[in-house]
């Protein structure tokens, strides 16, 4: 089966960095997805993975270890609407997304 | 980036009545879309996947009678919720795949509140 595991919640400043992990584990894998999910809207697409490395899209980046079943999601120069949910999700080998619960994000001024 | 609708954005019924939530592709031709449930401060659940000119494969727990789906083109996707009830109370939101590389892309979610 698979499990993916990423923090409930983290809280950040205004200006700064912050890394959301997430960790999987799964038979089938097709690639890592990373989306932004603000409090009554639907998920918005950030970044999919599927070979092992960084790849950096502005001040987001997203990375992927495959052999380690490991991704983190770096925010940079944080700003107030960065507050959201940041969803993990696999792609299994049938190419369906396995959701993660989701990492809530609060910045603070 | 595609882009995918959905109507109505919300929706208030009476237990007991159907509602129909549409699903568009407004820029690419979708050959599979889902279907998923949220309810407050929960993750996502998929309801069903639906690949157009066939029948939608729902998941365990989701009954296909009460949650009809169709698939009728390339660009749009039909849920109907039968007989609703307030437990049925929720958000709605379907999304798109793109055929490479597979990225999936939402529509802005339809919220049924049923009284």
């Known amino acids: 089966g698979q499990n993916i595991d990423q923090p409930t919640e983290m809280t950040a400043t205004e200006g700064a960095i912050v890394q959301i992990n997430c960790t999987y584990q799964?038979?089938?894998?097709?690639?890592l997805f990373w989306y932004q999910q603000h409090a009554g809207e639907a998920p918005t697409f950030l970044s999919y993975?599927?070979l092992d490395g960084l790849e950096e899209k502005g001040r987001f980046s997203s990375f992927l270890s495959r052999s380690k079943g490991y991704s983190y999601l770096l925010l940079k120069e944080l700003q107030m609407k960065d507050s959201a949910s940041y969803l993990c999700?696999?792609?299994?080998?049938?190419?369906?997304?396995?959701w993660g619960a989701g990492t809530k994000l609060i910045i603070k001024p | 980036g595609a882009v995918v609708s959905q109507h109505p954005s919300w929706v208030i019924c009476k237990s007991g009545t159907s509602v129909k939530i549409e699903c568009r592709s407004l820029?690419?031709?979708?050959?599979?879309m889902f279907w998923y449930r949220q309810f407050p401060k929960q993750s996502l659940m998929l309801m069903a996947t639906s690949n157009e000119g066939s029948k939608a494969t729902y998941e365990q727990g989701v009954e296909k009678d009460k949650f009809l789906i169709n698939h009728a083109s390339l660009t749009l996707s039909t849920l109907t919720v039968t007989s609703a009830h307030p437990e049925d109370s929720s958000f709605y939101i379907c999304s798109a795949r793109l055929a490479e590389p597979y990225e999936q892309y939402f529509g802005p979610g339809t919220r049924l509140t049923v009284t």
């Open positions: 993975n599927v």
């Open positions: 820029d690419f031709q979708a050959t599979t």
């Open positions: 799964t038979s089938g894998f097709n690639g």
């Open positions: 999700a696999l792609m299994d080998s049938n190419y369906q997304l396995i």
